[in-house]
């Protein structure tokens, strides 16, 4: 029995096995609202969704189906939580967690306005420094950066320290793209826009018996290109 298990122990260490061993984190997008339309930067603004972004939720939704019963945590902004709400229904979950430190970023100054509009008031300089280093440029009156990669630390270790075999999370692009660094204990970097995100895309970690969490896929989008119907039979890895 020692030597088996021992076997099984070398087996989980090896560097590269497909298998999943462990626990399962599901991050997904919140649907698409009118301001996602209209390329406004939204940040902490309570925007709630389009009828396009309850249809993508409701999408997202039927792929999770397989996933019946897990738990549902949430960011409290109106387009997150009501996405989070269609899931947790569809998948016969009882209430959603609601996480403050799931927030979307605030943006200050920027939010409610579109790229050009924030070169024209801030200066394209500011903005261009923010596109090549996120978590070195904090946007006029907003979240500084350091709170917001804090608040991402805080919340990627409650993620860790749960003991459910799968979590389905619900919240921002922005956010997700810090959270994802200290989840993964990456060094903290800017990433931006070298991870795309889609609306009510799911993207998923993997999490061993060491409480180390790799990335198992990200932006999957499959469920928004399939007929409603079949949405249910597409496998999620």
């Known amino acids: 029995m020692a030597d088996d298990t021992a076997k099984e122990q070398r087996e989980f260490e090896t560097p590269g096995l497909s298998g999943t061993r462990g626990r399962r984190i599901y991050f997904v997008r919140h649907g698409m609202t009118e301001w996602n339309k209209q390329f406004r930067?939204?940040?902490?603004?309570?925007?709630?969704?389009?009828?396009?972004?309850?249809?993508?939720?409701?999408?997202?939704?039927?792929?999770?189906?397989?996933?019946?019963?897990?738990?549902?945590?949430?960011?409290?902004?109106?387009?997150?939580?009501?996405?989070?709400?269609?899931?947790?229904?569809?998948?016969?979950?009882?209430?959603?967690?609601?996480?403050?430190?799931?927030?979307?970023?605030?943006?200050?100054?920027?939010?409610?306005?579109t790229v050009p509009q924030i070169k024209e008031k801030y200066g394209t300089e500011l903005f261009e420094k923010w596109r090549n280093e996120q978590l070195d440029v904090t946007a006029p009156d907003g979240e500084s950066v350091c709170e917001t990669y804090e608040r991402a630390a805080a919340a990627a270790a409650k993620l860790l320290a749960r003991r459910e075999e799968r979590l389905i999370v619900v919240g921002h692009g922005a956010f997700f793209?810090?959270?994802?660094?200290?989840?993964?204990?990456?060094?903290?970097?800017?990433?931006?826009?070298?991870?795309?995100?889609?609306?009510?895309?799911?993207?998923?970690?993997?999490?061993?018996?060491?409480?180390?969490?790799?990335?198992?896929?990200?932006?999957?989008?499959?469920?928004?290109?399939?007929?409603?119907?079949?949405?249910?039979?597409?496998?999620?890895?």
């Open 41 to 113: 930067y939204q940040g902490s603004t309570d925007i709630p969704l389009c009828e396009e972004g309850e249809r993508q939720a409701e999408r997202a939704a039927q792929r999770l189906t397989p996933l019946r019963g897990t738990t549902v945590i949430s960011s409290p902004l109106k387009r997150s939580l009501r996405t989070a709400e269609i899931i947790a229904k569809e998948l016969g979950t009882s209430g959603v967690e609601v996480w403050n430190e799931l927030t979307e970023v605030d943006f200050g100054g920027w939010e409610g306005l």
């Open 177 to 237: 793209r810090v959270l994802l660094l200290p989840l993964i204990r990456m060094p903290r970097c800017s990433l931006f826009w070298r991870m795309r995100l889609d609306n009510c895309s799911i993207s998923a970690f993997d999490v061993d018996r060491q409480g180390r969490a790799s990335v198992t896929f990200l932006n999957d989008t499959l469920h928004m290109l399939t007929p409603f119907s079949d949405i249910a039979d597409l496998p999620l890895a």
